[in-house]
């Protein structure tokens, strides 16, 4: 079974489209086989995601940092509960747990773990595809900074290929289906080529 590390807010966010996507996301992971890794939280999208996964019959694997598992947030009826010491090592063993990763809208913490992803498949870490669901187009600007990086010199075209955007869950799953890791210039020193 492929499982997938999902990153999303621990608020469910201002429109009804954010926690309908992570419900449909939690239910098509699981009838599609697929397991999901995510922060272990019960509460926002991280709790809409896990509890549509695990009534849809999915397996759900939740990492926590123990001081936010003290504070009540750890969702009680996972598959399994990894409670870590820090968030550095939450994000390692949810890396090794999976085959991709998929962002939900969220604040700093998704932003910053969805980055931090896409760098470590730019500095070759791992080749996992990393996928934004794009719902109302709450990452079209984020999208828009990526490819400004691009016409600025700061990022390199070949490094757009490193993930996938897109509207629905579904359209995210599908394009994982198609996805092969780019085979990117390793050269880090002096100005980016587009």
């Known amino acids: 079974m492929t499982r997938y590390c999902v990153f999303a807010g621990s608020s469910t ?5 954010y926690a309908e996507a992570a419900r449909r996301l939690g239910e098509t992971l699981a009838r599609r086989g697929h397991g999901v890794v995510y922060g272990g939280g019960s509460v926002g999208l991280m709790g809409v995601l896990a509890d549509a996964a695990l009534a849809a019959g ?9 001081g936010l598992a003290t504070r009540e947030l750890a969702h009680a009826g996972l598959t399994r509960l990894h409670v870590v010491g820090s968030m550095h090592e939450r994000k390692a063993l949810m890396a090794s747990l999976v ?6 809208p969220g604040g700093l913490g998704t932003l910053e773990e969805t980055l931090e992803m896409l760098t470590w498949s730019q500095l070759g870490i791992h080749s996992k595809p990393v996928g934004l669901v794009n719902v109302a187009g709450y990452y079209d600007d984020l999208l828009r900074l990526l490819t400004r990086a691009v016409d600025e010199g700061f990022l390199r075209r070949d490094h757009l290929r490193l993930f996938v955007a ?13 996805w092969q890791p780019p085979a990117l210039a390793r050269a880090w020193l002096g100005p980016a080529q587009s």
Request: glycine residues 18%; hydrophobic residues 50%.
């Open 58 to 66: 999915g397996e759900v694997i939740g990492v926590i940092p123990r």
């Open 99 to 104: 085959g991709g990763f998929v962002a939900l």
């Open 13 to 17: 966010g201002a429109r009804p489209e």
């Open 166 to 178: 897109a509207a629905t869950p579904d359209g995210v799953l599908d394009a994982f289906a198609r």
